[in-house]
């Protein structure tokens, strides 16, 4: 994790940035826009099991037991885009978290490898848990119960390396904006009286 903290530091570059965060916002609005409708549509309002936070393992299995084959090609299909779409929106994501650490003191920037692991092991755990839903949804009769066991368990550490990595940017975002507010209220420090 330290090389892809330091190679995410060394290219913090719009040149970079930029077109890495134009892909993402392009992928997650077709991941949660048109996709989602679409799949809405070939299974009577149900959303991506992906995407559904409270996912349960019956609540699981009465869905993929439920998708036509329509859906479930439709699903396969999006299941393979559900691969790079994790690992593109984390990457800008991390862009954006290693801009908000270099605020930190020089003795905290460390703490940027473990948001990098966080993130990356939501990646992870994102296509773990997308193995297991495709193995659930092509092989619905009889469902396996193991299978879906461990994509729901995937999909909750997904879910919980998600919220790490999150509440560690906003922490460290509001940290350097009060750093920056304070900063204002004190004024140009010069040097003391003569």
């Not at 809405?40 to 992906?50: K, P």
Request: glycine share 10%.
């Amino acid at each position: 994790m330290y090389s892809i903290a330091d190679l995410i530091r060394r290219s913090l570059r719009l040149a970079v940035f930029l077109p890495l965060l134009a892909l993402a916002l392009v992928a997650t609005w077709y991941g949660l826009g048109p996709s989602q409708a679409h799949f809405a549509a070939l299974t009577d309002g149900q959303r991506f099991v992906d995407v559904q936070p409270g996912l349960t393992v019956d609540s699981l299995i009465a869905q993929a037991g439920s998708y036509g084959p329509e859906a479930v090609h439709y699903y396969l299909q999006w299941s393979g885009f559900d691969v790079a779409w994790p690992l593109l929106g984390f990457t800008a994501t991390m862009f954006i978290a290693g801009w908000l650490f270099r605020f930190l003191p020089a003795g905290r920037q460390g703490l940027f490898t473990v948001i990098v692991a966080a993130g990356y092991a939501a990646v992870l755990m994102d296509w773990g848990e997308n193995l297991g839903f495709v193995w659930v949804v092509l092989h619905a009769d009889p469902p396996p119960l193991l299978v879906a066991r461990l994509a729901v368990t995937l999909h909750a550490a997904k879910l919980f390396f998600l919220a790490v990595f999150n509440l560690a940017c906003f922490t460290v975002l509001f940290w350097a904006l009060g750093r920056k507010a304070l900063s204002l209220v004190r004024g140009p420090q010069g040097p003391g009286p003569a």
